[in-house]
């Protein structure tokens, strides 16, 4: 009973919600780069948010499945294949003994995969998200690899319900050239110029190639500083947008230090930062908008309303349990 | 009224952290009041609260905006801020290092020794002299940023970084000394390597050292040190 990996990228992991609790001696929380693919994914094969999947990028995923179960595929830049056969994302696809999964890159972008009873490796520290920069979590510390075998959970009880789940289109994120970002500004606006914030506020950026799963590098107008960018090292969140001395803005995400030592002009807000995340590096335009926390925190607590609310179970599955029932 | 009440200031960061902000820069005395906050922050918070993580002069605070609003949170620290007046005290908590000076175990310390006119016996003199304040941890897991540093000891950075340093290498770069968590690349002056293991994850206690401890380097020989 278990899936095994015949061929991966550098950049595939196996990541689940992140580890808490541990910034304080250093450790960075990890987990995916784009959560809300993430927890979508979980959803649509019955599992709660949380359960660890595999996340990928750039690079094709194919591996065998030797047990029955349910996956969806959902992010950007992949398509999913059972045996050839071409099948639908942000959907639950059920599988049998043998079955082939192939996933080609088809842009860049991230993508998640996940299992119904979910992905289980060893915890460390509390968690099973890959910090590979560190040699924890995920199969021996690793990013994935040709060869790895993993076990899944037991399913729910009901997971054999949401075979054909899917998300309405309205509620699949769409992956626009141009994209409007929510930014709360600050903590260090001392160390910009209003003309600097202005530019910041009023230009477009885009990803640079040389971006990863640490952070964002991005392209566009530099932002001059009032004073050199070095500030005491202090905690960093997922989004925060650091300034160099250059005036390069860089988005700090998911692998990011725990802690950090350059001023942040903002953070990018919770609700924001998936779109965010599957920017095409040199392509996607990107225009920041201030918002005030409240703003922010009401749009993200709506975004996870929706999704919890948004899995479709087709009417057929239903209806057979119904009528096994009556027997 | 506690003087201190009136100096702490709280920024948002995003819509899931909170910056609070102690001072602005590099005193034991503020550092031990950021040390004691994230400590009273995470006792019987409320749900939603998630950690606190202190630096040199502020505690970064998470939390679940799904729980708790930006407000809710301000007055959680303002009471927190009211029951810190009464033990603000560092914790005495001193951790040993012994550590092996120079040689393969310290590579770079004739140079450290050279471009400060000081013998390398003087530079392991100094370095072991003195108790070092933990003022936070970062950079990579269990890595503690330490201060009070003998200045006669700053060296600059190494110009071009090695590609690996081997955890428990003790270094040197500018006026901070430190000791490598986890081997990483790295640019500081390696003066020697200490044969404790500082991150651990299958350890009970996954980390040798906390926020907030003192730390001292006692001088070993390889010998001794089992290397």
Known sequence: ?327 | MNPIINTHQIHPVGDSAVLIQLGDQIDLEINSLVHALAQVLMKNAPQGMGEAVPAYTTVLLHYDPLCLSYSMVKSWIDDCYLRLTKNTNRKENLIKIPTVYGERFGPDLEDVARLNNLTVSEVIRLHSAVEYPVYMMGFTPGFPYLGGMDTRLSTPRLETPRKAVRAGSVGIAGSQTGIYSITSPGGWRIIGCTPLVLFDPQRETPFLINPGDRLRFIPISAQEAGL
């Open chain 1, 1 to 327: 009973m278990t899936i095994e990996i015949m061929e991966t990228g550098p950049m595939a992991s196996i990541q689940d919600l992140g580890r808490k609790g541990f910034e304080r001696f250093g450790v960075p929380p990890s987990g995916p780069m784009d959560r809300f693919s993430f927890m979508a994914a979980n959803l649509l094969v019955g599992n709660p948010v949380d359960l660890a999947e595999l996340e990928i990028s750039l690079m094709p995923l194919r591996l065998c499945c030797w047990q029955d179960g349910l996956a969806a595929l959902c992010g950007r830049g992949f398509e999913l294949y059972k045996n050839g056969i071409k099948q639908p994302t942000w959907t639950a696809v059920s599988f049998r003994y043998g079955d082939e999964l192939f996933l080609p890159s088809v842009s860049s972008g991230w993508a998640v995969l996940a299992f119904s009873g979910g992905v289980i490796v060893p915890e460390v520290l509390g968690s099973k998200a890959t910090y590979a920069r560190a040699g924890i979590g995920g199969i021996n510390g690793k990013n994935l690899q040709a060869g790895d075998l993993f076990v899944t959970g037991t399913p729910p009880s009901d997971s054999i319900f949401y075979a054909g789940a899917s998300l309405p289109d309205e509620n699949i994120p769409e992956y626009r050239d141009s994209i409007k970002i929510g930014v709360v500004l600050g903590p260090h606006l001392e160390f910009f110029s209003e003309e600097s914030i202005s530019l910041f506020t009023s230009t477009t950026y885009r990803v640079s190639l040389d971006s990863d799963r640490m952070g964002y590098r991005l392209t566009g107008e530099t932002l001059p500083l009032l004073k050199p960018a070095d500030i005491l090292s202090e905690g960093l969140v997922m989004g925060a947008i650091q300034v160099s001395s250059s005036g390069q803005p860089m988005v700090m995400l998911a692998d990011r230090p725990a802690t950090g030592g350059y001023a942040r002009i903002g953070t990018v807000i919770s609700a924001d930062l998936p779109l965010l995340v599957q920017s095409i590096p040199g392509e996607t335009k990107i225009q920041f908008v201030p918002v005030d926390v409240e703003t922010a925190q009401k749009k993200y607590k709506q975004q996870i309303k929706t999704l919890l609310n948004a899995v479709t179970i087709p009417t057929w599955n239903l209806l057979t349990a119904f009528s096994g029932a009556l027997d």
